[in-house]
């Protein structure tokens, strides 16, 4: 994450926060509200409850800020927020999951990671399109997996404590996408690529 000059790195801006800085909270939220309301909607299909949820986060660690732990990482820790809060209004039926048929826009699903991958390539228009389509036919959790890893840069133990499953169904969810996909894009670089990078 890029912090401002006015701090040195990530813990320096969260402890900024912590103390109350109000330009070390702009920050933070200037820095990963966009990518939390992105993957909010990977969840949900409620996209005004997850604007409200989003809002609620950063309204919460505002006011709790002075008691909150130090973190692994600032993203991490918002994300599993986020991921939480959803969860927990899923299971008392507040909200309905994203359904399986649901898609998103192309620019959602095409991560930059795998927008620099294809344009190295030199693939085809077409190729692209194919290779987001596909991505939108993965069962939900294989799409929050491969999201977490390709758009967010995640690692595969951070992806599990954000989706609250352990280590090694992280790495089944990934293997059984990337498998998927090599399977249905044959003879496309960008999958024997992918799957080199995650298998």
Request: hydrophobic share 40%; glycine share 4%.
């Amino acid at each position: 994450m890029a912090t401002s000059k006015i701090f040195d790195d990530e813990p320096g801006l969260w402890n900024a926060f912590q103390q109350g800085d109000i330009r070390a909270f702009e920050l933070i939220y200037r820095t990963h509200s966009s990518m939390l309301l992105s993957y909010g909607r990977r969840l949900c299909s409620d996209h005004d409850l997850v604007n409200d949820v989003v809002q609620d986060v950063f309204v919460e660690i505002w006011t709790r800020r002075s008691t909150l732990r130090d973190l692994h990482t600032i993203k991490y820790y918002l994300f599993r927020i986020v991921r939480n809060k959803l969860s927990k209004l899923r299971a008392s039926n507040l909200l309905v999951a994203v359904d399986e048929d649901d898609r998103m826009d192309d620019e959602q699903l095409l991560s930059p990671s795998i927008e620099f991958l294809i344009t190295q390539q030199e693939t085809s228009n077409d190729q692209a399109v194919r290779l987001q389509q596909a991505i939108t036919k993965l069962p939900s959790r294989q799409r929050e997996a491969i999201t977490l890893a390709f758009y967010h840069d995640f690692s595969n133990e951070e992806i599990a404590g954000i989706m609250g499953i352990n280590h090694q169904s992280v790495i089944n969810h990934l293997n059984r996408a990337l498998t998927f996909l090599r399977d249905l894009l044959t003879n496309q670089p960008i999958i024997a690529i992918l799957i080199g990078l995650f298998l």
